[in-house]
Each structure stands twice: as C-alpha cells, then as structure tokens.
C-alpha cells in the first residue's frame, strides 16, 4: 500500500512539473517579426494578390530564406533575376541582395534572415 501512495505522489509530482515548466516550442501565425533572436530573425507576410515587397535589402544579415506557405510570388533580385516561387517552394539568397516581390495569387511567405 505505501509502495502504491508513494508511486501517486511521485507521479502527481512529475505531472505538476511537466504542467508549469517552460514551453519546449514556439508557434506563431501573426504577421510581421514572428520571432526573433541573436543570430536570426524570422517574419511572417500574408499578402492579397498584387500586393508588393518593395525593393530592399538586409546587408545585416548573411542569408536570407523565402518559404512560400500559400499562393505564390514574382521576386526579383538585385532587379535582373527574376524567379516564380510557388507554393511549397524555398529560394535562398544573401543578405547585400536587393529583393522584391509581387504576390501573383493571394499567399503567405516565412522569411527566415540569418547573421
């Protein structure tokens, strides 16, 4: 009997631990800076078709990563080359890259910017 309380007390203990600790993970789905850290940052874009990503840069940063969720986008670097990137797919480019894009169809994109 005393085997069998003390088996309930420890695990009424380990579940209160596992209940109040700190979240493992992170999910966001707002827009904007989603998250943020010391050698990263990601962002999060939904965009209506026609909507634009005006032409800039991040010289800050090493590599950028353009995730398209939903939808797709016209993007154009350093206002020569000129990829279409749907949904599903990823393009990968430098941070002293000049990008913009035009959503083609209503779409979502998870820019990942790494130092």
């Known amino acids: 009997m005393k085997v ?3 088996s309930v007390v420890l695990l009424s203990a380990l579940f209160s631990i596992a209940v109040f600790a700190a979240p493992l ?3 966001s789905s707002e827009n904007g800076k989603i998250f943020n850290g010391e050698n990263y940052m990601v962002v999060k874009k939904d965009m209506r078709k026609g909507e634009q990503i ?3 840069n991040h010289p ?3 590599t950028l ?3 398209v969720g939903k939808g797709s986008f016209d993007v154009t670097l350093n ?3 000129k990829h279409i990137v749907q949904a599903g797919s990823v393009l990968r480019f ?3 890259v000049v990008i913009g894009a ?3 169809k209503d779409a979502d994109v998870a820019i990942t910017l790494i130092k």
């Open 4 to 6: 069998a309380k003390i």
């Open 25 to 27: 993970g992170e999910v």
């Open 54 to 56: 005006k032409p800039h």
């Open 60 to 62: 800050g940063f090493k």
């Open 65 to 67: 990563i353009f995730a």
């Open 79 to 81: 206002q020569t080359e």
């Open 94 to 96: 430098g941070g002293d």
């Open 102 to 104: 035009v959503a083609t």
